[in-house]
């Protein structure tokens, strides 16, 4: 499956006005204008977004109009539930990048309450014109939820894998969540999958 994004359709649907705000908007505002993918096939850009999803994900309408995408990856055995793949794009902003991998890191902790940013792991990488910057940390995932987000449920035994892809048209954001052992099922299949990453 090849998917086309266009930046001007993502302003025209309101995004501009949080171009701006950090990737995890969403967890702080309600959701907006709901993602309409027909509407982008009427518009063209010099610049889009294409990457091949492993036939395995379950692909699922976004969740809110800050979602390009997203999809589902089945749990290992005995873990408690599945994990989510999710893509963000913000027009050209989004944020930082340190702003992103703090931000990111931030919603972990161990499992003593202390940070988890000594454990955390920040790479950088170039492919197919991109460049990456990767987070992966483990640890209780503080999620957001409830009314603008103010509120999170403790998860342990999470890991979160999330990335910046910098290019024309970007940035762009991945943030693969859910318990560890589901992610690090699927670790080498979200590898793969960053590249097959392009602009055109």
């Known amino acids: 499956m090849s998917i086309r994004f266009s930046p001007i359709v993502l302003m025209l649907f309101g995004l501009g006005t949080i171009a701006t705000v950090a990737c995890s908007s969403e967890e702080s505002r309600p959701p907006g204008i709901p993602f309409n993918p027909a509407?982008?096939?009427?518009?063209?850009?010099?610049?889009?977004?294409?990457f091949?999803?492993?036939?395995?994900w379950n692909s699922e309408s976004p969740a809110s109009s800050m979602r390009l995408?997203?999809?589902?990856?089945?749990?290992?055995?005995?873990?408690p539930e599945d994990a989510e793949l999710v893509v963000y794009h913000f027009g050209g902003g989004g944020g930082s990048v340190q702003a992103n991998v703090n931000r990111w890191i931030g919603q972990f902790t161990n499992a003593d309450g202390s940070s988890a940013k000594e454990s955390a792991d920040v790479s950088e990488r170039d492919s197919n014109?991109?460049?990456?910057?990767?987070v992966d940390v483990?640890?209780?995932?503080?999620?957001?939820?409830?009314?603008m987000m103010a509120e999170t449920d403790a998860k342990p035994s999470f890991r979160m894998?999330?990335?910046?892809?910098?290019?024309?048209?970007?940035p762009w954001f991945?943030?693969?969540?859910?318990?560890?052992?589901?992610?690090?099922?699927?670790?080498g299949s979200f590898n793969s999958f960053l590249e097959t990453l392009r602009v055109e």
Not at 129 to 134: D, I, M, P
Not at 138 to 147: D, S
């Open 39 to 50: 509407a982008q096939q009427q518009e063209s850009t010099d610049t889009s977004l294409h």
């Open 52 to 56: 091949e999803a492993p036939a395995d």
């Open 69 to 79: 995408a997203q999809y589902r990856l089945p749990r290992a055995q005995n873990d």
């Open 129 to 134: 014109g991109f460049h990456l910057t990767v």
């Open 138 to 147: 483990r640890g209780t995932y503080n999620q957001p939820r409830g009314p």
């Open 161 to 170: 894998m999330a990335v910046v892809a910098e290019a024309q048209g970007g």
């Open 174 to 187: 991945f943030k693969l969540t859910g318990p560890e052992n589901t992610v690090s099922q699927w670790e």
